[in-house]
């Protein structure tokens, strides 16, 4: 019974090593179809997202399973309930990259931002797709070392995030009230994608050394 445990953790992870995955292929795709207003690519985002829900809600029942039968304690107790955080947290990673491709079907042919704006979103969108592989190697080694690239990588989007805000609040912003709402929401949707990424890189760390970092820290 041991050994059959043992295996079901070991899926665990590697289920959560898959949807990883397919997030950084959501990504990726996403920011690339933003950048160049490619409807084919942002459509594909969008139908893509089916298969990270469904995998994650098929990690959560295996998961929720484990705790129903196999009854875990201490280690192998936290692996479980985090596995089911960080899958929460990558379904919503998913939905960071659909909400980005909708916004570039949605303002077909023209681009989402203005040419101003552009050279950000194209460091915000490059940032977040290395984090995002960042996180399948964290989840496969859990190398907190890795842990730590993608917090600080998260600080750099964070104030670019916060520079968007200058740029659309400035005197000399010159564009449309739908350019500022697309310009914020995309700002916020690559902020908060990176966000989720380093809380999983948290709870990955905890898991490999047993200490908790503060949420500010």
């Known amino acids: 019974m041991r050994e059959v445990f043992q295996q079901e953790l070991r899926e665990v992870q590697e289920r959560l090593v898959e949807i990883a995955d ?22 594909t985002v969008i139908a893509d997202d089916d298969k990270i829900d469904l995998a994650a809600a098929e990690l959560d029942e295996l998961a929720i399973n484990i705790l129903a039968r196999q009854q875990p304690v201490a280690r192998d107790l936290r692996i479980v309930v985090s596995a089911l955080r960080i899958s929460a947290s990558l379904e919503r990673m998913g939905d960071m990259s659909e909400h980005i491709a909708q916004l570039a079907r949605y303002r077909f042919p023209d681009k989402v931002v203005p040419k ?5 979103f194209t460091e915000m969108g490059q940032l977040d797709v290395e984090i995002a592989r960042k996180l399948v190697e964290l989840l496969k080694t859990e190398d907190v070392a890795i842990a730590e690239q993608i917090r600080n990588e998260d600080d750099r989007i964070d104030a670019l995030h916060l520079s968007v805000f200058d740029k659309v609040l400035g005197e000399t912003w010159k564009g449309q009230a739908v350019d500022t709402v697309d310009a914020t929401l995309a700002s916020r949707y690559h902020e908060r994608f990176a966000d989720h990424a380093v809380s999983i890189a948290k709870k990955v760390q905890y898991l490999a050394t047993g200490d908790w970092v503060p949420v500010d820290a």
């Open 116 to 120: 101003s704006l552009r050279p950000i």
């Open 22 to 43: 397919l997030v950084a292929v959501s990504i990726d795709n996403a920011t690339r179809a933003f950048s160049h207003s490619d409807v084919s690519l942002a459509e």
